[in-house]
């Protein structure tokens, strides 16, 4: 197939998005304003007939010192990934992005590789031998996944977590996602297990009420999401990021955003962000006080997502991003035995991909992010 690439409008990209089940929610236009700091460009490939058949957000980050660019399409673009032909839609990208300045590109295909079904990863780790996700017989995979990895190193595309050029995966390469498709909502609590559900049955009888809250509400998830940062040792981010996202998200579109608050006798003592894009939603950032857990307002606020997620017509509920790890003294193991009790799977995608346009100037940044 032929393929023409050029700048589009917005509304060309979110008509593409609209007319798709599924793109992340860092690929529509209006995540260009969440990112006010890099400049952005949409991208659209079309047909011999002229139909839009492809788009992509691109986000433009100037290299200190010099008029030179990494560009970069989180969890993009949005393409026909298992065409046979990739060269075709990403040579005259990358000839597009070099013209534009760029030095190197960043892309993370949205391809999921394999799956782990909920079972199996607690199996895993009652048996204590597998340490890693990766080191655990799947329960799907995607045989395609591997012919575009290997188009992709063939066409000199790097992969962060090869030990190559590449400077690491900055989106999650492993997410835990619950799938509502062609479910019933009892089913779906069916499959949490003991512990989820007695915890969701405690917060209901200590008079947890969750509540959807708007944009005046954002400076009290902002206290809660400071509170979290610190006991979890994180850089928060400042309560006007989050006061520009939902006011760039709700002018493309009032259901892309949500906030949910958790009270408990009038205080609240959890709150949640919520991304939707077409059937996809997203559990975007949570946040949490230190006091008062016993009550469980965070699986509250959880299950009350995933009754509005499955209201809206989803077809999976996406808990962002989970360690690979299965050991249990590993700090980061809690967040995997958190989403493992949804019952849902766990998801590997194919990664973050680097093609370097200039090899010195990608290695000077390669050597710059290493060190931060």
């Known amino acids: 197939m032929s393929l023409r690439l050029r700048t589009i409008t917005r509304e060309e990209h979110l008509a593409f998005v609209q007319s798709r089940t599924s793109a992340s929610h860092m690929q529509v236009p209006s995540w260009a304003d969440v990112k006010a700091e890099w400049r952005s460009e949409s991208l659209g490939w079309f047909d011999a007939s002229g139909r839009i058949v492809g788009a992509g ?10 008029k030179r660019y990494l560009a970069y399409l989180p969890e993009g673009p949005v393409i026909d990934w298992f065409d046979g032909d990739l060269d075709g839609w990403l040579k005259p990208m990358l000839a597009h992005l070099k013209a534009q300045g760029a030095f190197t590109v960043k892309m993370g295909p949205p391809v999921v590789i394999r799956r782990w079904e909920a079972q199996t990863i607690k199996d895993a780790i009652a048996g204590k031998e597998a340490k890693r996700l990766r080191d655990v017989e799947p329960d799907w995979y ?3 996944a591997a012919e575009t990895a290997e188009q992709l190193r063939r066409s000199g ?3 962060g977590e090869d030990g190559g050029a590449g400077f690491g995966d900055v989106q999650p390469r492993y997410v835990f996602q619950v799938p509502l498709g062609n479910r019933s909502l009892d089913d779906v609590q069916r499959g949490f297990n003991q512990l989820w559900r007695r915890n969701i049955k405690k917060a209901d009888k200590s008079g947890v009420e969750v509540v959807q809250g708007g944009y005046e509400e954002l400076a009290v998830f902002h206290q809660l999401y400071l509170v979290t940062a610190e006991r ?10 989050f006061q520009r996202m939902w006011k760039a998200l709700a002018a493309e579109d009032p259901n892309r955003m949500r906030l949910y608050l958790a009270y408990h006798d009038g205080e609240a003592l959890a709150a949640t962000t919520m991304l939707t894009v077409g059937e996809h939603v997203w559990y975007s950032y949570g946040a949490s006080a230190n006091h008062k857990r016993e009550v469980k307002p965070s699986n509250a606020i959880q299950w009350r997502m995933i009754r509005d997620s499955y209201a809206l017509g989803a077809s999976v509920y996406d808990l962002r991003g989970i360690s690979d790890t299965l050991d249990e003294d590993d700090h980061l193991f809690g967040l995997i035995q958190f989403k493992v009790g949804t019952g849902g799977q766990a998801a590997e995608y194919l990664g973050e991909w ?3 346009l200039n090899k010195l100037l990608h290695k000077a940044l390669d050597i710059y992010m290493s060190r931060r």
Do not use: A, G, I
């Not at 957000?57 to 010192?65: D, F, N, S, T």
């Not at 979890?232 to 990021?241: E, G, H, N, W």
């Open 57 to 66: 957000l691109v986000l433009y980050r100037q290299l200190p010192k010099v």
């Open 142 to 144: 995607e045989p395609r």
């Open 157 to 159: 595309w790097l992969q």
């Open 232 to 241: 979890d040792r994180f850089t928060p981010r400042p309560l006007s990021y």
């Open 354 to 356: 680097d093609f370097p």
